[in-house]
């Protein structure tokens, strides 16, 4: 599939979007002078056609920032002009995307009902789509869609669900190298340590040899620096 598609096409296209949502003009306009900077290099580069590596090129242009994922705290300028870039983004460019966890580059996998997803959510209101929270609106409007109530004063969001998972799936007796993979941990010590805070201590986690996993876990290797816990 062709992801590359005319650059003034894709903004004219995202800015009617706008306008006829009833955004306020200074948005509009911040939007704007994003575009306008992006459309000055490209056409100084003699560039029709955007993708991300475009864009990414853009923002180093610009701002100094060389971007190889979607982590960290960006100053509110390039922030601001990162979201308004993504927008532009086809959804098959986020499969192409390395991010960095605990100083490692790992790929994004982009899942394969991704596209029903992106289409969803990454158009106006485009807030729906920030890089911080995107996963967490789908959560919840699947939700929604069963029936649940989403709680106010409790965290409900990607980081409950999976300890919660981790939990279900302890206290039915799985056993925890199965609960380790399930969460994608590289150690079952990983897993422990996610597992601690709802507990208290390891000491307490049921397992199905009995006694806990604190005696389980004396032999086995420790976290991995790579887990995301």
Known sequence: MDTEKNIRKMIEQVLDELKSQGYSKNCI????????GLLAYADGHGISEYSEAVGLDYMFDQFGYKLEGFF??????VSNTLHHLLVLWHYQHYSTVEFITRG???????????QKEYEAFH???YGAFKMSNGM???????MRFAGLEIPRNEHCGLHSLRSTLARTMLESGGPLPVISEVL?????QSTSVYLKNQYGSTSEMPYRSGGGVSEWLKNTPGRAASDTI
Do not use: D, M
């Not at 967490?136 to 699947?142: A, R």
């Not at 994608?184 to 079952?188: I, K, L």
């Open 136 to 142: 967490q609106h789908i959560l919840w409007k699947y």
């Open 104 to 114: 490692q580059k790992k790929a994004f996998q982009c899942p394969e009902n991704y």
């Open 29 to 36: 306009q911040r939007y704007v002078a994003s575009y306008r």
């Open 184 to 188: 994608g941990h590289e150690s079952v």
């Open 72 to 77: 960290g705290n960006l100053p509110q300028p």
């Open 123 to 125: 158009k106006a209101p």
